[in-house]
């Protein structure tokens, strides 16, 4: 793959998956509503804590795997590409998690509940044996790719806090449109990791 084309799918998958809708950006966004910016922000910060340790995980997990068996990879591709449509079909189904509600907007609350996060875990175990591990190796590119991602999805945490009530809004009014466009962009992330 032309390495120009595989920043461009992992780029685009990795924004796709942190900005869209998700548990944790619905629950930043609801407490934002609630709460205020100021105490979201340190709920936020153990999101961060949570991913850096989950990222780590999976890369962990994901490079054992690649060292066992070395013919895993069209597995790993085929159930991240797998993944990747799952979750085309869930943004296009983007007004039942609007309904996700949560009461705790603390640090603790943040970093574990990345640990029940499913979307963190699969697409840090789709992004690291896919757009990862088939073409790095050292271990401090590898972490670099888990500091890059988790502040990405800081980054998304941090705007759906910021703009909650203003997100509440455009998805009641423009959600189909947004969910479409979020659902190509994953389409175009699962065919990417054949070609």
């Known amino acids: 793959m032309n390495e120009e084309f595989l920043w461009l799918a992992f780029l685009a998958y990795v924004f796709s998956m942190t900005y869209t809708p998700g548990p944790i950006n619905i629950i930043s966004m609801n407490n934002a509503i609630r709460l205020g910016f100021k105490q979201v922000f340190v709920f936020n910060l153990g999101t961060l804590t949570g991913t850096v340790m989950i990222m780590t995980l ?3 997990f994901s490079l054992a795997l690649y060292s066992a068996v070395a013919t895993i ?3 790993m591709k085929s159930i991240g590409a797998a993944y990747m449509i799952y979750l085309a079909y869930q943004n296009l189904q ?7 509600k949560h009461k705790g907007s ?3 609350s943040g970093v ?3 640990f029940v996060n499913a979307k963190l875990v699969a697409f840090g175990l789709t992004a690291m044996s896919t757009y990862i591990l088939p073409y790095y190796d050292s271990a401090a590119i590898l972490m670099l790719f888990v500091l890059l991602i988790a502040i990405v999805q800081f980054s998304a945490n941090i705007a759906w806090t910021l703009f909650g009530s203003l997100f509440a809004k455009l998805f009641k009014q423009h959600g189909k449109t947004i969910g479409v466009v979020m659902a190509l962009l994953l389409l175009y992330c699962a065919v990417s990791l054949f070609l």
């Open 58 to 60: 999976c890369m962990i």
């Open 73 to 75: 990879e069209i597995y």
């Open 94 to 100: 983007h007004h039942k998690l609007l309904k996700i």
């Open 106 to 108: 603390t640090y603790t």
């Open 112 to 114: 574990l509940l990345q």
